[in-house]
């Protein structure tokens, strides 16, 4: 006899229709599956035997043909269990063909036939909603995370027995339902405010330009200077994530197994801070069986990357496509996969190998050839992509007296998103959403700036040796500058305050 059973896999972040089919004829006792499975699908066979025989059904001791459906896209993980063993005891007459037609499922079997959590069940539900089914069978473990898609009915499981109950109309479960307003609701119990960094006034105003306007930014510092406290606070700031942004950012956790299930849903933007030692493959994304990496984990957040210098030189040039493209596409012999990656880049270095260049307080031991091979490790393109350069120097006593008043991130975000909401208005009907991402011709349509601040502009970038891209760079950060004072027009004293921000470009003119 002939079963099929809808089912679905994820190619990329995005998930795609399979179906399972499942034919069982006479002849010797084998169990087959086609349609380009990978080692993981094709030991389904043995989990799918003990769950059927353990939960009190036949398996059936014919030849068992199983078929996924594109066979021409390659099938990984163990969602296929469930599917599997339900079309062949839809086969074997124990299930009806007819009840099978209305649902997506997906499930790992244990071999006493509990049905575990797979990855990806996010994009899965989504896809059963956008072709038209009338729900999706999931592992219990998976389905707040399912529910997120409120048009869909979500049937959590924890059996295999429990779905041949409810399939033939012998129990009933329950579709669940998740209160997105209270998820979004959720205060923020991560403790970190700007409140709590002392002095700093300059770096903080530039970590607020950087908020406004989506841009990359550069801190330059001495050790202890609080470089790494300042950056961990950024998400504080930044804009809540809206619903779409929420679901994309969702479905990249969910796809690489690394979602809360208590959680469904991720509604904070994500600070991302790969060691030093992670290799271009864990940071860009990759891998035999290719999968994102810490770029696309930071999507719609932060990606912090500190003491800079110290990343593999490779390893930092394979940044420059996604931040350019705010996508990164791998290829291998297979297929070639495009994650997003649109996130704000955070570094921090020293000034110096020893930390102290430049440092009033310290004497620096570093000769200029050892500065220069220290600086250099990070390349000309790399740095032009990175808006704000600013430095961080240390501290000084009086400003880390206890009862200083410092701003809350609470007062700075209502201007941050203040600004952002000038920014969406200005870009509605295009696909931008901040000031960072304006292309050649946005910056002529948006950043006009009159004869005076052409000057200034003209002076500093023959002092500077200023690349044509830093030149846009500057009239980027002069736009988000004018947007935090709600002016209509560039002025003079926002070019001359974004010009500030290149200090990398003065020293390293100057060395």
Same mark, same amino acid.
């Given at each position: 006899?002939? *079963? ?10 995005? *998930?795609? =229709? ?22 993981? =699908?094709?030991? @389904? ?18 030849? !068992? ?26 086969? #074997? ?7 099978? @037609?209305?649902?997506?499922?997906? $499930? ?23 072709? $038209? ?16 898609? @409120? ?9 295999? $027995? ?11 479960? %329950? ?54 406290? +300042? ?33 469904? +849903? ?17 940071? !860009? ?9 810490? =770029? ?26 996604? %931040? ?10 297979? @297929? /070639? ?10 570094? *921090? ?17 570093? /000769? ?49 998103? *203040? ?10 009907? #295009? ?58 027009? !560039?002025?003079?004293?926002? !070019? #001359? ?9 003065? #020293?390293?003119?100057?060395?």
């Amino acid at each position: 006899m002939l *079963a099929r059973v809808l089912s679905s896999a994820v190619i990329g972040i995005d *998930a795609y =229709v399979v179906e399972v089919e499942v034919d069982i004829a006479q002849g010797l006792p084998t169990f087959t599956t086609v349609g380009l499975p990978e080692a993981a =699908v094709k030991e @389904s066979r043995e989990r799918v035997k003990s769950a059927i025989t353990n939960s009190g059904y036949t398996f059936p001791a014919d030849r !068992i043909t199983v078929n996924l459906a594109p066979a021409n896209i390659k099938k990984e993980g163990t969602g296929f269990d469930l599917p599997m063993a339900l079309g062949i005891l839809s086969a #074997t007459g124990i299930l009806p063909a007819k009840a099978l @037609s209305d649902y997506l499922f997906l $499930g790992e079997l244990s071999l006493d036939g509990r049905v575990k959590p797979v990855n990806g069940s996010l994009p899965m539900a989504i896809a059963a909603q956008q072709a $038209g089914y009338r729900g999706i069978v999931v592992p219990a473990d998976n389905g707040k995370e399912a529910s997120v898609v @409120s048009k869909l009915c979500v049937y959590p499981v924890r059996s295999l $027995g429990q779905v041949v109950d409810f399939l033939r109309g012998f129990g009933s479960i %329950l579709p669940q339902k998740t209160d997105l307003k209270a998820i979004f609701d959720d205060p923020d119990r991560s403790g970190t405010d700007f409140a709590e960094v002392m002095g700093q006034e300059h770096a903080k105003r530039a970590l607020e330009i950087a908020a406004a306007g989506g841009h990359n930014i550069i801190m330059v510092g001495p050790p202890g200077s609080g470089k790494t406290m +300042l950056a961990r606070r950024i998400p504080t700031i930044l804009p809540p994530l809206s619903f779409e942004e929420a679901i994309e950012t969702t479905k990249i956790f969910s796809v690489v197994g690394m979602l809360n299930r208590k959680q469904p +849903l991720v509604t904070r933007r994500p600070f991302r801070s790969p060691h030093h030692t992670i290799s271009d493959a864990g940071l !860009i994304g990759g891998g035999h069986i290719p999968r994102p990496g810490e =770029v696309s984990l930071a999507h719609n957040g932060v990606l912090f990357l500190d003491e800079l210098p110290e990343y593999k030189k490779n390893v930092l040039e394979v940044l420059r496509q996604p %931040l350019e493209d705010l996508q990164v596409t791998i290829s291998r012999a297979a @297929s /070639t996969l495009t994650y997003p990656s649109s996130f704000m880049l955070i570094a *921090a270095m020293n000034p110096c190998p020893c930390g102290y260049f430049a440092d009033p307080r310290h004497a620096c031991r570093c /000769t200029a050839h050892q500065i220069q091979r220290y600086r250099s490790k990070i390349s000309g393109p790399l740095l032009d992509r990175i808006d704000i350069h600013v430095e961080v120097p240390a501290v000084a006593y009086k400003d880390l007296m206890v009862g200083a008043q410092t701003e809350p991130s609470g007062a700075i975000r209502q201007r941050v998103v *203040a600004a952002r909401q000038i920014q969406m208005q200005r870009f509605k009907r #295009t696909k931008i959403y901040s000031n960072a991402q304006m292309a050649s011709r946005h910056i002529r349509a948006h950043c006009r700036i009159g004869d005076d601040a052409h000057n200034l502009l003209e002076s500093a970038i023959d002092r500077l040796g200023l690349s044509a891209r830093a030149f846009n760079r500057i009239l980027k950060i002069s736009r988000t500058i004018a947007d935090l004072d709600a002016s209509g027009g !560039i002025q003079v004293h926002h !070019i #001359t305050e974004a010009i500030q921000y290149r200090s990398l470009d003065r #020293t390293r003119h100057n060395l």
